[in-house]
């Protein structure tokens, strides 16, 4: 069966630099999270859309943005990088208004 | 996370039943989940538990759900070395997008 594919699934950016992680949801999902995992901390919600619009905000930093596109894959743009940043980066896609979540791989981003 | 509460580790000896727990706040999560997660990988979808149940079985694992006490726990039957990972309770509030609360994980150590 599909599954959620992120990319890059590595990324190494420096300080102050800028990053966009990509998400493809599984078919016929409209609806896509995005959480942060930091090193040896559970997964923090940032952000989720339905239908091409945010739907949900939670502790995304202002230097973050993100959006929905026609196909409903998502992309994740972050700016000005701090070290902070280092984390995993996981998209999870469902069915509007369905319990079931379903994870990608994850994008590991490392800030030098 | 800091509404949702997990014990860090638990280490048990193939063969043997394992029983993680967790406490959550927040009385009106529609639905509370268990995530699993391996070294480097994403968040597998174990089960999940609708909040007007008490108990559900999926062949090796047993969900039960005290709400009265808002305690969550995961039982494995059999435990075997391949279920070694981190193991994350998660909830889901009503009045959100769907959005996930994690806990903070538990390590699941079986030795051999």
């Known amino acids: 069966a599909a599954g959620v594919i992120q990319s890059p699934r590595h990324l190494i950016k420096e300080k102050r630099e800028t990053a966009t992680l990509k998400c493809y949801p599984i078919?016929?999902?409209?609806?896509v999270y995005w959480y942060q995992q930091g090193p040896g901390q559970d997964p923090q919600f940032l952000i989720s859309?339905?239908?091409?619009?945010?739907?949900d905000k939670g502790s995304i930093p202002d230097r973050f943005s993100a959006q929905q596109f026609s196909d409903y894959h998502s992309e994740l743009n972050m700016s000005s990088l701090e070290l902070g940043d280092s984390a995993l980066y996981f998209c999870?896609?469902?069915?509007?208004?369905?319990?079931?979540?379903?994870f990608g791989p994850g994008t590991r981003l490392t800030v030098t | 996370g800091e509404d949702v509460e997990q014990s860090l580790f638990l280490s048990v000896r193939e063969g043997d039943s394992s029983v993680i727990n967790c406490t959550y706040t927040?009385?009106?999560?529609?639905?509370l989940y268990w995530y699993k997660q391996e070294p480097g990988a994403g968040l597998q979808l174990l089960t999940y538990?609708?909040?007007?149940?008490d108990m559900k079985q999926d062949q090796r694992l047993t969900v039960l759900l005290n709400k009265k006490d808002k305690h969550l726990s995961l039982r494995i039957a059999d435990t075997q070395t391949g279920d070694s990972a981190i193991y994350f309770c998660?909830?889901?509030?009503?009045?959100?997008?769907?959005?996930?609360?994690f806990g903070s994980g538990t390590r699941l150590l079986v030795r051999p």
């Open positions: 999870a896609s469902t069915i509007a208004r369905s319990y079931e979540q379903y």
């Open positions: 078919p016929r999902h409209d609806t």
């Open positions: 859309f339905y239908e091409k619009m945010q739907s």
């Open positions: 927040d009385s009106s999560s529609t639905y």
């Open positions: 538990i609708f909040s007007n149940m």
């Open positions: 998660a909830e889901s509030p009503m009045d959100s997008s769907y959005k996930l609360i």
